[in-house]
C-alpha cells in the first residue's frame, strides 16, 4: 500500500515534526533543491532552544583558524623538533529569526481530519507550502552569501561553459555545487556530453535533485533564480550553513467555526541576517559567486 500524508499525520494524538521531514521521502514529492550535506551545511558546535513560539533560538557555530604547516629540510638543525602553537578559533552565534508558517481551515472536527481524504489533502498543502517557504529563504541566503561576477554577459550556448570557468576563477575555495536559473538550465541540456557536460536522468534525479555534473560540480535548478536574480551561482556548500528547526506540525480544533486547523511553523537562521555580514572577497576566503543577469 503506498504511504499517504494522511498516514504520516496520524500519530495517536500526538503531534511530530516527523510528516514534514518523511514527505521528502514519498514518491509523489518533488525533491527539494536545497537539502543539508547536499547543497548546504547543517553542522554545528551548539544549538540554544528558545521559549515554546522559538524565541530567541540560536545555533552556536565554531569557525577554525588556520595556520601554515612549517616545512624543512631533515637536515636542518632541529628539522624534527615541533614548533608549538596556539591557533585561535571564534564562536559564532546566528540567531534563527525567519518564520515560515501555514494554516489550512477544514471543516471537520479534529477527529475526523486526521482519518479523511480532505484532511490528507490539505497536509499534503501545509506541508508543501511550508517546504517551499524553506527554499525560497535559503536561495535568499545564498543569494545574499554571494560576490558579483562583474565581466557578466548575455549567456549562450557557445559561451556558457566559459563564462562558468571565469566565475569560478574568482573563489579561493574550489565550488562543488553550480546552481542555476531554469533558462540557464535549458542552456546546459543543449551541450553535448564531451563537452564536459553529463546530464543525470530518470532515478538519479528523482532521488537526488541534481540534474547533471559539470566541471566536477554537481548541477542544481533553483526555480527562485528568474530573471531579476542571477543565471547561475557557484559555491562550496560545506561553507554554506544553514539551520532549520521545525516547530510544529500539527491538528487542532477551530476557534471560530466548527471545524479544525491543520498547521506548520518552521524556524530557520543563516550568517546572512547577522546586522555585520558581508560576502567573503576573493583573497579573504572567497566561497560563493553570483553571475547576474546580462539585461
Known amino acids: 500500500m503506498a504511504i499517504s500524508l494522511n498516514d504520516l499525520v496520524i500519530y495517536n494524538a500526538v503531534e511530530s515534526t516527523d510528516p514534514i521531514v518523511g514527505a521528502f521521502t514519498l514518491p509523489f514529492f518533488e525533491k527539494p ?11 554545528y558546535e551548539g544549538f540554544v532552544k528558545g521559549d515554546g513560539a522559538g524565541r530567541g533560538s540560536q545555533v552556536l557555530k565554531r569557525k ?5 604547516a612549517t ?14 602553537v596556539n591557533t585561535g578559533d571564534t564562536l559564532q552565534v546566528i540567531p534563527l529569526t525567519d518564520v515560515i508558517k501555514h494554516s489550512e481551515e477544514l471543516y471537520e472536527a479534529v477527529e475526523s481530519a486526521r482519518a479523511s481524504a480532505t484532511g490528507a489533502a490539505k497536509a499534503e498543502i501545509v506541508v508543501k507550502t511550508i517546504v517551499e517557504g524553506v527554499q525560497s529563504r535559503i536561495s535568499k541566503y545564498l543569494q545574499d552569501s554571494a560576490i558579483q561576477y562583474a565581466g557578466n554577459v548575455v549567456l549562450t550556448k557557445a559561451n556558457q561553459k566559459d563564462e562558468i570557468i571565469l566565475a569560478r576563477a574568482e573563489l579561493d575555495y574550489k565550488p562543488n555545487v553550480l546552481m542555476v536559473s531554469p533558462a540557464v538550465e535549458t542552456l546546459l541540456l543543449q551541450l553535448a556530453t ?18 547533471g555534473r559539470l566541471l566536477g560540480m554537481e548541477v542544481y535548478v533553483d526555480p527562485n533564480l528568474k530573471e531579476s536574480g542571477p543565471e547561475f551561482i557557484l559555491y562550496d556548500k560545506d561553507r554554506f550553513d544553514v ?12 476557534a471560530d467555526f ?18 555585520t555580514f558581508a560576502p567573503t572577497i576573493k583573497g579573504a576566503g572567497s566561497w560563493c559567486i553570483a553571475y547576474p543577469t546580462k539585461a
Do not use: C
Not at 33 to 43: K, L, M, W
Not at 258 to 275: C, F, H, K, V
Open 258 to 275: 466548527d471545524g479544525s486547523y491543520i498547521r506548520a511553523m518552521a524556524i530557520q537562521g543563516n550568517e546572512t541576517l547577522l546586522p
Open 194 to 211: 564531451d563537452d564536459g557536460w553529463f546530464a543525470y536522468y530518470g532515478r538519479d534525479t528523482i532521488t537526488t535533485g541534481a540534474i
Open 243 to 254: 539551520y532549520t528547526t521545525f516547530q510544529n506540525f500539527s491538528v487542532v480544533p477551530a
Open 71 to 84: 616545512i624543512e629540510s631533515v637536515d636542518q638543525a632541529n628539522a624534527l623538533r615541533y614548533t608549538h
Open 64 to 68: 577554525l583558524g588556520k595556520v601554515t
Open 33 to 43: 533543491v536545497y537539502q543539508p550535506g547536499i547543497t548546504f551545511s547543517n553542522i
